[in-house]
C-alpha cells in the first residue's frame, strides 16, 4: 500500500517560486505512473502533470505549460513539482499521486485514474 506524503506550500508571491515534494513509501515510484493533480476552492480536482508508466511521457494541463516541471528521484523515491513564475490560478490544495496498473485516458492525466492519494499541500498564490 502506498503512503504519499507532500510538502512544500505555503504562501508565494506572484511571479514567485515554489517546490513541492512527495515522498513515497511501500511502493517503488519508478514502478508507477505519478501525478501531480489540484483542487481549488468550489472547482472539482485537475490534473495539473504527469509521468506516464508505459513511456516516461509527461503531460502538463496547459495552463501550467512551461512554468511548471514535474520530476522524480527513484534514489530518494520521491516526486517533485517545481513552480515557477506562479499566478493567482495556482491557488489550490496540490496533491501527488500513484498509480500501478496502466490506465490510458483521454487526455491523459484523470483523477479517477489514479489510485493511491497523499494528504495535499496547500500553496497560496498572493500578494
Known amino acids: 500500500q502506498a503512503q504519499l506524503v507532500e510538502s512544500g506550500g505555503g504562501l508565494v508571491q506572484p511571479g514567485g517560486s515554489l517546490r513541492l515534494s512527495c515522498a513515497a513509501s511501500?511502493?517503488?515510484?519508478?514502478?508507477?505512473?505519478i501525478g501531480w493533480f489540484r483542487q481549488a476552492p468550489g472547482k472539482e480536482r485537475e490534473g495539473v502533470s504527469c509521468?506516464?508508466?508505459?513511456?516516461?511521457?509527461?503531460y502538463y494541463t496547459e495552463s501550467v505549460k512551461g512554468r511548471f516541471t514535474i520530476s522524480r528521484d527513484n534514489e530518494k523515491n520521491t516526486m517533485y513539482l517545481q513552480m515557477d513564475d506562479v499566478k493567482a490560478e495556482d491557488t489550490a490544495i496540490y496533491y501527488c499521486?500513484?498509480?500501478?496498473?496502466?490506465?490510458?485516458?483521454?487526455?491523459?492525466?484523470?483523477?479517477?485514474?489514479?489510485?493511491?492519494w497523499g494528504q495535499g499541500t496547500r500553496v497560496t498564490v498572493s500578494s
Open positions: 509521468i506516464s508508466k508505459l513511456d516516461g511521457s509527461t
Open positions: 511501500g511502493v517503488t515510484l519508478d514502478d508507477y505512473a
Open positions: 499521486a500513484t498509480q500501478f496498473k496502466v490506465i490510458l485516458t483521454t487526455p491523459p492525466c484523470l483523477p479517477w485514474a489514479f489510485s493511491s
